[in-house]
């Protein structure tokens, strides 16, 4: 990127609205607001203009905010413009602005800005994403956790310890007359055990982190023809699945995205087991199968007119299936109540999809079941526990060449450990990795 052009961008999401936000963000905001916008601003007070085209005919009245870098989001005087919320006036606006002033922004480019310009490191800026893509409350206060700074305040005083022990370890191998090797052998083993203690704890978080800011993954399960398609499309809302007496219909795993009253999940309908010569239908089991080990949770579905037998047992337990409730389909021939109900630590819930039976209550747990409990735990990468766990795997070959009076590798598996918690916060960075980060974000943002 060049980060001396000015960029812009609508920032709200497209279709109609009461309000829409065209941001700028670069060395050209006051050309703009003294050419287009035709008035004084003072920074960040909330102004009523008129903006007109170069005909001078009235486009839109609109409010504006200026924003003088430093002080904004991206570290550059910025401009905001909340407009009537018509995609037409508002690309109208931007198309006015990008004429001569400005280029169309790539998708992050305002907070990949905020980052080069140092006003965030890269673990807020990933937050930042989680926070817009939160699919429940839960991932998005984590997000916010991450946000103001809680796990990188976390990591820079990692980094502050390492290179203290670093330093220390240095100015042995310099001088080694001013060296107590005994001493100093001890100190290194108890610094390192310590940075071990921690570096593990927070491991353990970023764990957690990770689990937070996924979309939960239902997947629904079962022998054929129990009703699997028909109970992706109830919590669908909507035909989503095709449904069909003829066992062996669903070939596929058909992903439906689904909100729910707390959270958003994903809902996966799938082929149904069992053994069958039929070669696309037996692909479809397999990709079944697949499916299970994404899973959050199973949803194993079962006809209860032939209730759950050794048949249904066998499945589960073939397919190593853990965490899963039955679902009781059918009940409309069977008269059982509606209701949920513990078997052996087991949740069976009764329904029936024809008459829309019991439906309700499965959402309901679905979505209390979907929004994790632990409320203090940031959003974190993979990126991240990648890195911590190579610095971990340092950490534990420094303390081997520590016993073994080895302080030079020491220092250099300190220096590798260093260099793995500085890349996490966005420290020698490369340009591959800085376009993966930001390609997640929407454009405007």
Known sequence: MTAKET????????????????????KNVLKIIKDFIGSELKPRFATNVKIRDKSNTLIDDVIVIYYKGPSSYTGEDMLEIQSHGNPITMDFILEQICDVYARLSKPGEFTERAFLNNKIDLVQAEAIADLINASHISASKAAMITLQGNFSKNIELLIEEVLMLRANIEACINFPEDDSPENSNKNNFNAINSLIAKLSKLIKSVDNGI????????????????????????????????????????????????????NNITIIDTAGLRKTSDSIELQGIEITKKSINTASLVLYVVDDVLGFDTEDRALITENKINNYWVVNNKIDLTGADPAMIKISNVSHFNISTTQNLGIDNLKKKLSENSVPDDETTGTARLRHREHLKSCLENLYMALDCNNNLQLELVAEELRLAHVSLVAIMGGDVNEDLLDKIFSDFCIGK
């Open 7 to 26: 960029i812009a961008a609508i920032s709200t999401a497209h279709g109609k609205s009461a309000i829409g936000v065209i941001r700028v963000s670069g």
């Open 211 to 262: 689990v937070v800011n996924k979309t939960p993954i239902i997947v629904i399960i079962g022998k054929p023809n129990v009703g699997k398609s028909s109970l992706a499309n109830l919590l669908l809302g909507e035909q989503g699945s095709i449904v069909s007496s003829t066992p062996g219909t669903t070939r596929d795993a058909l992903h439906h995205e689904v909100a729910l009253a707390k």
